[in-house]
DNA sequence: CCTCATTTGTGCGTATGTATC
DNA sequence: AGATACATACGCACAAATGAG
């Protein structure tokens, strides 16, 4: 993908914020593409907040290491390696094990059937900045453990368990504080402020495949959007 | 816009979750443009959560009409609109006035400084959605007022203001119990849970030019966002 | 199982408009 | 005023995935 090349040249070649970046016909030429491939990872790398094109004057970088935009086409790793830092990802339970009740009502399964949990910390550069918990029903995604162990991804397991066309995430954000068990796992003290987000995810037929809640660190992590 | 008239498309066109919208060739030809045009438009619709595309398959409806997408292009008016209802705006109190300590600290003025104050509520079918409260600078914006009286939009204000290259948002999300205005304002019960929203808007120099605080209402309004 | 038409995804070349400097 | 640079659009071509026969 250009759009990660051009974001190792904007984090690897110095840029900071304010920056210019070489015009877009430079770019076709630097890559030895078309302008209007440069264009659509611009347009890419705009979206994400790491830079803004100015008509008439040029593309300029517009990345603030502490922030962390959020956004539909936003991904993790990316914003991480905006901020000059390095992504990382730890798994630290997975287990078969019958759904709870919020679980189940989610997903639209009886209560007891069987679900796929797993659950990790998100890191930047070894330092905690999110805890996921996320279940999918096992008899719809038999070998979604497998998946999981050998892809590391949740999003990567479900493309490949035949829904690659799963609707985005119907998410509700909240505000909570951490207790003992977050606390420990997220390196901060008990009670510090964290944003919790609880996701459904549904494929084309509206079937929910996946249930998530993720509590970022709240001093660690700045959601990202523009208003009204 | 071609998004627009998608958009109207599919609202009108009794399109409902699931179903596959013509293809981009046929799209093109509708619509008298050319199909990159038209893959615009649809990436623009796809991001806002409306549709998801599949390749080889087709481009599929994604609209549930009680979600309410947050990413970075998205308009409040285009999802509005997605779910078929019908967007408005009401100011309720503009003023210039000292800055309070956070919207000073957060602007980066002296303590005291004049700064203008827009309120107003945002509404879908005549049905408050969102509480808004914004403050620029009155010394870098001194015909803001009238701007904002004419246009209506703190955004389309701030860029006539040749601020048009503003840094996106960085917004903290919170959650919030209806205090009594609130709860007035919005048409909920007191104590109704709130989405609260503060944001800082920069320019491309990294300084502040807009401190904004929506609340919106959690009963009436979802956020939806790709998690990881 | 394989073939093949369909449809989206990606890329190239070109042209014109418009804001910036 | 003129050169530069991004914004928008058209037309063509091929790759990749899908889905029907």
Request: charged share 20%.
């Amino acid at each position: 993908m250009i759009a990660d090349a051009l974001t190792a040249e904007i984090v690897g070649g110095g840029y900071g914020p304010g920056m210019k970046l070489p015009t877009e016909a430079q770019l076709a030429l630097r890559f030895a593409v078309n302008r209007h491939t440069v264009r659509r990872a611009l347009a890419s790398l705009s979206e994400a907040g790491m830079v803004t094109a100015r008509q008439g004057a040029g593309v300029f970088v517009t990345t603030v290491p502490t922030e962390y935009p959020l956004g539909r086409r936003v991904r993790f790793h990316q914003n991480v390696l905006a901020s000059g830092r390095t992504p990382s990802r730890r798994i630290l339970r997975m287990e078969t094990r019958p759904a709870s009740v919020p679980e189940a009502e989610a997903l639209g399964l009886d209560p007891g059937s069987l679900v796929h949990l797993v659950e990790g910390v998100s890191l930047a550069d070894d330092l905690p900045v999110g805890l996921f918990r996320s279940v999918v029903p096992a008899a719809r995604f038999p070998s979604f453990p497998e998946a999981m162990q050998r892809l590391g991804s949740i999003t990567a397991a479900l493309v490949e368990q035949s829904v690659a066309d799963y609707t985005r995430a119907s998410t509700r954000l909240t505000a909570k504080l951490a207790d003992a068990v977050q606390a420990g796992q997220l390196q901060v003290p008990q009670g510090a402020p964290l944003l919790r987000s609880i996701t459904v995810n549904q494929d084309v037929g509206g079937i929910p495949v996946e249930y998530g809640v993720t509590h970022f660190v709240g001093d660690r992590v700045t959601l990202t959007v523009i208003p009204e």
